[in-house]
């Protein structure tokens, strides 16, 4: 398989006049990783269209790309219009790292980058367009002779959220294909959980302990957690997993069966084996747990859910933001309900000017400092 790196363009030596030391950008600040670009497809529907759809509504199910094929073209039949919108389908690079990394480049102003494979296709060229565009490092995504991963977002009239993601011959990052190079330097390197990924997943997070790199992961979807949850803990107990993100249905699918179950319990089992660990609750907030520090953080600037798409990850992004600038644990939870209640404003898992707009006024509104990029 044909790989080309993703580089700027340095310049021709013409051998006549001498060519200066190449001087390499310092790394990015806090790099993702996301084995397959992927590609959303996102669209606001009636529930007819939710309730032909095989798996659990909210959730995130596999298909083949014959079947995400099928729900797009259903959807032109089934659309719930929008004042904002004027296309009935906003496609945009996605992937929940990817909506991380970007978010904290865009709108915290944080050097970010991630690492991964994207098709040599329209749907590649397309992931490779918003991210560069957004500022993101791309110098670690390997591009490949083969499709790109793409992922049909469903958003119903209450602005919930049902994913159908096709990996299906996508071109994927493999494990041989990391090196030292991919992650050295950072601060952090973020991940979500993908059974699929393991394998890739467990290269770099011992990369990066070994380069002293903190790692940060989120569980995914309460269907990843329920399906396989033996070797997400055995990951989890391994001690090297710095922070951990969940929302209240994974924490209770990773204590199915447990006598106790609740969110408390899952930020109790999260953090005896997390530096830090958070549980997301919707429009209640969140839950967070540092060493012996245990917070619990009302939502904040609640306003109109257009789509619940990326919520999680903008809150990871903010969170993150935090904890790069050496905010307490409470603000480090303040800053991430306001850049989640930012993207929840309009579709996909992208923030609009608008809303980092309104971003900036929340966190001035509740005494948090803005970013750089601001000032």
């Known amino acids: 398989m044909g790989v ?21 950008p310092p790394p990015p600040v806090i790099l993702g990783l996301q084995p397959s670009a992927l590609v959303d497809h996102v669209a606001r529907v009636d529930w007819s269209l939710l309730n032909e759809i095989p798996g659990e509504r909210g959730g995130s199910q596999m298909v083949g790309i014959g079947e995400l094929e099928h729900i797009l073209s259903e959807v032109k039949t089934h659309i719930f219009p929008s004042l904002e919108d004027s296309s009935p389908v906003r496609t945009m690079a996605g992937g929940s790292v990817a909506n991380t990394i970007r978010g904290l480049s865009v709108g915290f102003g944080i050097t970010s980058g991630i690492i991964g494979a994207c098709g040599d296709d329209e749907q590649g060229s397309l992931f490779v367009s918003n ?72 290269r770099a997070i011992k990369i990066a302990k070994e380069e002293g790199v ?15 949850r033996a070797p997400l803990r055995e990951l989890l107990e391994s001690g090297d997993v710095d922070l951990c993100f969940a929302n209240e249905d994974e924490a209770k699918e990773l204590l199915r069966g447990e006598p106790n179950a609740d969110p408390e319990a899952a930020l109790t089992y999260l953090g005896k084996h997390c530096q830090t660990a958070v549980v997301t609750l919707g429009p209640n907030g969140c839950l967070a747990k540092h060493g012996k520090e245990v917070v619990r953080v009302p939502a904040m600037g609640k306003g109109p859910l257009t789509d619940a798409t990326g919520a ?3 809150f990871a992004g903010g969170f993150l933001y935090g904890m790069v600038k050496g905010l307490s644990l409470e603000d480090c939870c303040r800053v991430g309900s306001c850049s989640g209640g930012a993207v929840i404003r309009s579709l996909g ?13 929340e966190m001035q509104i509740n005494g948090l400092s803005l970013p750089d990029i601001c000032k």
């Open 4 to 24: 080309e790196v993703l580089t700027s363009s340095l310049p021709k030596d013409d051998g006549l006049t001498p060519t200066p030391p190449t001087v390499l």
């Open 131 to 202: 991210m560069r565009s957004s500022g993101v490092n791309l110098s670690r995504l390997r591009m490949m002779k083969g499709p790109t991963a793409q992922c049909v977002c469903l958003v119903d009239d209450v602005g919930n959220r049902t994913m159908r993601p096709c990996l299906s011959h996508a071109v994927r990052l493999q494990p041989n294909d990391l090196n030292r190079d991919d992650i050295r330097g950072s601060n952090w390197l973020v991940l979500r959980y993908a059974f699929h990924n393991l394998e890739v997943t467990r």
């Open 214 to 228: 903190s790692v940060s992961i989120d569980l995914a979807s309460f269907e990843m957690v329920r399906n396989f």
């Open 312 to 314: 999680g990850d903008l």
């Open 349 to 361: 898992g992208e923030v609009r000017p608008k809303s980092w707009q309104w971003m900036y006024k």
